[in-house]
């Protein structure tokens, strides 16, 4: 097929040949029929009910009958469907196919001739797995309930019914009924205050796909940055959160300067409870993010730098399955790190780098190098898209880019980034429809180019490739010699932190030698006071610390720290670390007992796998 291609040895190209072939594009992930009928445009009306924990409405989707099926398949999961009308206001039979534990159950819908629309009236289950219902206590505020959904990957489903597949797009809009005294947040145009009534009406006008769903609701104030971007919080949290998100607005215009104009009016933040599961997600026009990147020193922004990046790399084009993730993040990643180094410098960015290589470096190894998983192109079907979330799909997939980058060139690769994104906007990308475009636009014009970038050893093969680029360490260097002194006995009152940033701690911390002891801990920590510090990131790496070396007077603020922070990237391998002893498991499952509550159905998903 390409040039590239045959660069490789024969054998390795047969094999991945045949494997490119089988249905690359089919996405195993949803029930739905949208090749012959698609839903275009989804009119949602639902209600809040947080005194039963229910979202219940009817959701009328406008299809367009492309092939003249007659039915139309959406995805539900745990969704009770009460009833369903056509578009002349009759009553229809549907089915609903068994519950599939990973895809959940197909609903079918008998179509008439020419029927324009039709509407569902549903309820969500006893455990959408999708939304998390706080407490007032789970707030920061502590006085009013709130609920978050997460859609993706494919959990719109729990809370819509919809074809729920990335590569299916649709309009939408929405009205939420609220108790009174909260504000509904959608990833859609937003109020800025609350309604006297409770009820919210949301307009998206850009075609997304329904993993981009997306519905907040509690006591939340909105605070402007610039004329375009804005950050939303609890009163509590507000000032906050606003102070170390100030320079969302200039974050746009650097964005827009590399990749071309942002697409959707507003962006602006919601800054969650403790509880959401992950850093951030990319809903439109408004990023979700978690309150663990409130450092108060700005140096955990660039998640929101990924975050809006992805308003290009995923939101206006699409992985076309999730075999295709690496198109999302592997892009996103590359294009954040590319806003770090326009905001701060490239010894800044290369920091970012060199920790995301090593990154990349761990998940190769937790998954073994010669592991399926370990392409970018992923093989999913049958199983959990999740098992796609690895620094594999992000950390590879932009070193592939990076790659790509030196060997063109920069001018040439924003040139090319540029056209990409032009020309799919609002659309979808596979893996496959991806190669022909890089090499049709960018390396047919280059032999050299075309033999120094190996498209199948970076996509259709395992592990790192030779010539994966190698991060400048610069402003590491210090870091690493200090952390090997301190390793060798250097007292902690003798190092040099000064003006080290996160990274340069996050860099020293890893570099620790993995049976550093309890004493040399507690050393570190009378200088520098880590168990108390309020950067996540370090708290994190020192709580693994802790638990590695034994250092039990971190342990209460590890345990403070396990309790009301919610997000999965943080819990997993403290509680993977604890369940390796005896002791350490039955703190784990005293600690999880009383913190399962508080982390949101994905994350208890994940941890319940990790603690029994
Ligand atoms: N889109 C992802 C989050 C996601 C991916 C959720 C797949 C569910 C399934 C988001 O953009 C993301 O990558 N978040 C990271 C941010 C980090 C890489 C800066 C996170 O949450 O840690
Ligand atoms: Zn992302």
Not at 338 to 365: C, F, H, N, P, S
Request: charge should be negative.
């Amino acid at each position: 097929m390409l040039a590239a291609s045959c660069a490789n040895n024969e054998s390795q190209h047969n094999t991945t040949a045949v494997e490119k072939k089988a249905d690359p594009e089919k996405d195993w992930h949803t029930h739905s029929n949208a090749d012959s009928v698609v839903a275009r445009h989804l009119n949602l009306d639902i209600r809040v009910d947080f005194d039963r924990k229910k979202i219940n409405g009817q959701a009328t989707w406008q299809l367009e009958n492309k092939l003249q099926a007659n039915s139309v398949v959406f995805d539900t999961k745990d969704l009770r469907i009460d009833s369903i009308l056509d578009d002349q206001g009759r009553k229809v039979s549907f089915t609903q196919s068994p519950d599939d534990v990973i895809i959940g159950s197909a609903l079918r819908v008998p179509l008439n001739p020419g029927q324009q629309s039709l509407t569902i009236y549903y309820e969500t289950g006893d455990a959408p797995i999708a939304l998390q219902w706080l407490e007032p206590a789970q707030t920061f505020g502590k006085k009013h309930p709130f609920l978050y959904t997460q859609s993706e990957s494919i959990y719109a489903r729990s809370w819509i019914p919809c074809q729920d597949g990335p590569g299916i797009r649709y309009t939408y809009e929405a009205t939420v009924r609220t108790p009174k005294g909260l504000m509904a947040l959608m990833s859609a145009e937003n109020p800025q205050q609350k309604s006297a009534d409770g009820v919210y009406h949301f307009k998206m006008d850009k075609p997304i796909p329904a993993y981009l769903m997306a519905l907040a609701v509690g006591d939340i104030a909105f605070k402007a940055v610039d004329e375009r971007t804005g950050v939303y919080a609890e009163p509590a949290l507000l000032p906050k959160a606003h102070r170390e998100l100030e320079d969302i607005g200039k974050m746009v215009y650097t964005a827009e300067a590399l990749y071309g104009p942002y697409r959707w009016g507003r962006y602006d933040v919601l800054v969650l409870p403790s509880g959401f599961p992950i850093g951030g997600m990319e809903n439109p026009r408004l990023t979700f993010a978690t309150p663990t990147i409130l450092a108060g020193d700005k140096s955990l922004v660039n998640l929101i730098a990924h975050e809006l990046a992805h308003n290009w790399s995923g939101n206006l084009v699409t992985n076309a399955t999730w075999n295709d993730f690496w198109l999302n993040e592997g892009f996103t990643v590359y294009f954040e790190r590319r806003i770090t180094e326009a905001t701060y410098d490239k010894d800044y960015a290369d920091m970012l780098w060199e920790i995301g290589y090593q990154d990349m470096k761990t998940a190769v190894t937790d998954l073994g190098d010669t592991s399926r998983d370990t392409w970018l192109k992923l093989d999913l079907k049958g199983r959990d898209p999740d098992i796609g979330l690895t620094d594999i799909a992000y950390e590879k997939g932009a070193a592939f880019l990076h790659l790509i980058e030196k060997t063109v060139g920069r001018a040439e690769m924003d040139k090319f980034l540029r056209a990409y994104f032009e020309h799919h906007a609002f659309q979808t990308i596979s893996t496959e429809k991806f190669i022909i475009y890089l090499y049709d636009h960018l390396l047919k014009q280059n032999a050299e180019w075309q033999n120094k970038i190996n498209i199948d050893a970076w996509v259709y093969a395992p592990g790192i490739p030779d010539d994966c680029p190698r991060p400048d360490d610069k402003r590491f260097r210090s870091a690493g010699a200090q952390s090997k002194a301190f390793a060798e006995g250097l007292a902690a009152g003798k190092l040099d932190t000064q003006n080290w940033s996160t990274y340069e701690w996050m860099y020293f911390l890893r570099q620790l030698p993995n049976d550093i002891s309890a004493e040399k801990l507690a050393d570190l920590d009378r200088h520098f006071k880590i168990t108390r510090t309020g950067n996540s990131e370090i708290a994190d790496l020192w709580f693994l610390r802790s638990l590695k070396a034994g250092y039990t007077a971190a342990y209460p603020a590890m345990k403070e720290f396990l309790y009301v922070t919610g997000r999965q990237k943080f819990l997993e391998p403290l509680y993977i670390e604890m369940m390796k002893t005896p002791d350490g498991a039955a703190m784990a499952k005293e600690i999880y007992a009383k913190a399962r509550p508080n982390y949101h159905p994905l994350a208890q998903k994940t941890i319940d796998e990790i603690v029994h």
